[in-house]
């Protein structure tokens, strides 16, 4: 046996270095030797010895009812499982096994292994720029795209967030390129091959022919490793694969993986916070959440597109009868997606077979739904193909609640099949001879007591008690004696028992038949299937958008070319976990101001704003309404972040160093058409270099056109207002309240108004987070002469920065008045 799982192990370990085999040996799953070890510490299981007067190996084992949750550990600790079945019941000799499953994080497919988002495979290789294949083995989506950049490549692979990651040669063998793919994402690196002519073969195996759109060699070798990789694990089934996607990044609104971490698309930055993901799912399908991530991820840009999203979402508004019956009739819908995956595989089970057929039931009922609608929801009517012929042979095959396993019995419905029928009717006779046999027995040995039994041990049996054991006939056989009763057999029984065993057995295979067949012929719909799938999951989203719509209070916003203009938008999330007391602003960005510099004290609502105009923003690029009571939108083509502080110690980079190279990707990446959100830039060096750095990147991307937000503590930014035509001071209202407590407070409106903030309340802040009142009131002592001596190197600054050939001479006046009325302040 152990000669066995060593030659089976090296077997899987050619396919996945480093897998772990689990071996069926009776009741439990075994490892020996290292991988016994190395088991043990992964799982926390205890280890043993197996051992003879020849040798000693380590093992550890865990029973087989508890496979999946192992599974899941050792998944989710980056290792790689081969699970290794008895494929035949133990005799005399060595029982032969199979490997009957090879499980890796990104190709798995049942559903106990897997969440309710995507599960993406990813493979990257290099030539013309980077080459990134993706591919989810659980519902057959196949994307490919090129990108020019290692950064865009990184920033694509982080909206994703692929399960596993297989590395072309030339990246995985430079150690600094594999140490900063691993630091940014640590997810399994796995091995494949990637090699353009196999990978060619295997493009053509899987969708018949190599398409025009992977016209790269990188292209194809990424598309091929990947699916080679997936046709190891899945032992060559493919078929949910059928055709492969080319999407273009620039087709999409750019969102870097800075942007989706700022704005909380999905992932809060505190351990109790709300994501915008959190906010709008409201899917009632696993589709339909796959569906709204992948559309977070990837905004529109074409704005037909968009207007025909928001369509579809503003009829369902309008009309709530409609709205909730696709509500309604989604809420019984199972994962279609991951259904057709698993039938195109013909891995699906009976119970999933079932669940095919009461969620294509419904498609009748959703296209009666949307009758008469136009537009996005007709589309999605159209694609709704029933398949009634699917329906109605499930539905005659098997029964209305399957077993979990086709070879458990009880799966076929009764008249299905002849065959089958006419074996169970044989084997029912029998267990009606069965059945009588106790009555006929009583009354022939008038023993009343008799019983006719059953166990695994004896089979059936005739059962006497001691007291009556002089009536027993002569054809009954004893087979036990029990303390005061005895058990017989007889040569028609044990013929009877025989017969029903045989029937049964023939029964339960032939039964495994007939379901295989069924569930291979639905293959043949895999095509149609997929399509609904898809609509159903597009249906899904658009009812949930709606839906949050009506509820919320959101409004349409108007699609165009020209300004952003915003009346009373609110933040989804803050909004939310406000309790209806969120103050609302107002924003307009275009029309001669499309820089706005906002200014004002930490809490005030700064950041907030800013991330307000921003998801509104995303929101209508992806179809949705907007929380606001009035939306003008453009159509950006990318929003470009830079939001809060962070460091990369593991990178041995600083806060700074991060916030440079990411306000570096930001200058270089925006255009006319793109939404740049910044705060506080610059915090993390020395004032004047801070200062400095903000003024350049500022009048940088004022220059390029750039809708701006920026959000500072720089109050000499203020100034450039004066002669930068299109740069607008805006502040976050606050005042100081002497009456709190006697000892001063400082009230927060979180309201934006026009014109630069006057302080920073620094020191007031520092009150309010519980600072020690020695130490407030000295800093407070030390900002008023610091606030003295810096006036004359203010006034150098300020001085220096003008440029006076520009300056007219009502600004020249503006200024000279605003200086005095700094300076009389500070001797007042």
């Not at 924003?587 to 950041?607: F, I, Q, V, W, Y």
């Not at 991307?701 to 809708?707: P, T």
Request: charged share 25%; net charge negative; with cysteine.
């Amino acid at each position: 046996m152990l000669e066995q799982y060593v030659t089976m192990r090296d077997e899987v370990a050619a396919q996945l270095p480093h897998a772990i085999l689990l071996f069926q040996v009776g009741d439990f799953y075994e490892t020996f030797g290292e991988d016994a070890e190395r088991t043990a510490r992964l799982l926390g299981l205890a280890l043993t010895h197996k051992s003879s007067k020849d040798f000693s190996t380590p093992m550890a084992g865990i029973p087989l009812r508890t496979l999946d949750g192992f599974v899941e550990k050792l998944l989710a600790a980056g290792v790689c499982v081969a699970v290794a079945d008895q494929v035949e019941e133990p005799g005399s000799g060595l029982v032969e096994r199979k490997v009957v499953q090879l499980l890796t994080p990104g190709t798995v497919t049942e559903e106990r292994h897997l969440s309710a988002d995507e599960n993406y495979l990813a493979a990257v290789a290099t030539g013309e720029g980077y080459a990134l294949s993706l591919l989810d083995v659980s519902t057959g989506e196949f994307r490919a795209a090129a990108f020019h950049t290692r950064l865009a490549l990184y920033d694509e692979l982080s909206r994703c967030r692929a399960r596993e990651v297989l590395l072309a040669p030339e990246l995985g063998s430079n150690p600094a390129l594999l140490a900063d793919f691993q630091t940014r994402f640590p997810v399994m690196l796995s091995p494949a091959n990637f090699d353009e002519a196999a990978a060619q073969a295997e493009i053509a195996a899987t969708l018949g022919e190599i398409p025009e759109t992977l016209n790269t060699a990188a292209l194809r070798r990424a598309c091929g490793a990947v699916l080679g990789y997936a046709r190891l694990t899945q032992q060559g089934r493919l078929d949910m694969v059928r055709r492969v996607v080319r999407f273009e990044p620039g087709a999409h609104m750019r969102l870097s993986e800075a942007a989706v971490r700022a704005l909380e698309l999905f992932h809060a930055q505190s351990p109790q916070g709300v994501t915008l993901m959190d906010i709008l799912a409201q899917t009632r399908t696993a589709g339909g959440r796959r569906r709204l991530r992948a559309w977070l991820r990837s905004p529109l840009l074409d704005e037909l597109s968009i207007r025909s999203r928001l369509d579809a979402v503003e009829a369902l508004t309008r009309a709530a009868d409609l709205r909730g019956g696709v509500r309604s009739l989604l809420y019984r819908a199972h994962d279609l997606e991951r259904l057709a995956a698993r039938v195109s595989t013909r891995r699906a089970a009976p119970r999933e077979v079932a669940s095919l057929a009461r969620t294509l039931e419904l498609l009748p009922e959703a296209e009666k739904l949307l009758a008469g609608q136009e537009g996005t929801l007709g589309h999605i009517r159209d694609r709704l193909a029933a398949l009634p012929e699917v329906v109605t042979r499930i539905r005659a095959a098997l029964v209305d609640e399957p077993p979990l396993r086709s070879g458990e019995g009880g799966l076929i419905r009764e008249g299905f099949h002849a065959e089958l029928d006419d074996l169970r009717a044989q084997a029912l006779s029998h267990r009606e001879w069965l059945a009588a046999l106790e009555v006929s027995e009583r009354e022939r040995t008038g023993i009343g007591s008799l019983k006719v039994g059953f166990n695994n041990v004896f089979g059936y049996y005739l059962e006497v008690t001691s007291a009556h054991l002089s009536k027993v006939p002569h054809d009954y056989k004893q087979i036990a004696t029990l303390k005061d009763r005895a058990r017989f057999t007889r040569t028609d029984l044990r013929e009877r028992e025989r017969e029903i065993a045989r029937l049964e057995a023939a029964a339960g295979r032939l039964e495994v038949d007939v379901f295989t067949e069924l569930r291979d012929s639905l293959t043949a719909h895999a095509e149609a299937l997929g399509e609904a799938a898809g609509a159903l999951s597009e249906l899904d989203v658009l009812s949930a958008l709606a839906e949050i719509a009506v509820e919320a209070g959101w409004v349409r916003p108007q699609t165009g070319s020209g300004p952003l203009r915003l009346t009373q938008a609110r933040h989804p999330v803050v909004e939310r976990s406000a309790g209806g007391k969120f103050v609302p602003n107002d924003a307009e960005l275009g029309a001669g101001r499309h820089t706005l510099l906002l200014t004002g004290p930490n809490m005030a609502g700064k950041s907030t704003y800013l991330r307000t105009v921003a998801l509104c923003a995303l929101l209508h690029q992806i179809g949705s309404f907007v929380p606001a009571d009035h939306a003008e939108l453009p159509v950006y083509d990318a929003i470009h972040t830079r939001i809060g502080a962070s460091d990369d110690l593991a990178g041995g980079r600083s806060t700074f160093m991060v916030e440079m190279t990411e306000l570096a990707s930001i200058l270089h990446g925006a255009t006319s058409r793109s939404l740049v959100i910044l705060d506080e830039v610059g915090r993390g060096t020395s004032t004047l270099d801070g200062l400095a750095i903000a003024q350049a990147a500022l009048e940088h991307l004022h220059a390029a056109g750039a809708h701006t937000l920026f959000a500072t503590h720089y109050f000499e930014l203020t100034r450039l207002e004066l002669d930068h035509p299109g740069l607008v001071n805006l502040h976050v209202a606050a005042e100081e309240d002497d009456s709190v407590d006697g000892k001063g407070g400082l009230t927060f409106y979180h309201q934006v108004i026009p014109g630069a903030a006057r302080q920073s309340y620094g020191v007031e802040v520092a009150k309010l987070a519980g600072l020690p009142a020695p130490v407030t009131a000295r800093a407070a002592r030390l900002l008023s002469a610091l606030n003295a001596q810096g006036d004359e190197g203010k006034l150098r600054r300020e001085l220096a920065a003008l440029d006076l050939g520009r300056l007219t001479p009502i600004q020249a006046l503006e200024l000279l008045h605003a200086w005095q009325r700094d300076l009389l302040g500070e001797t007042q």
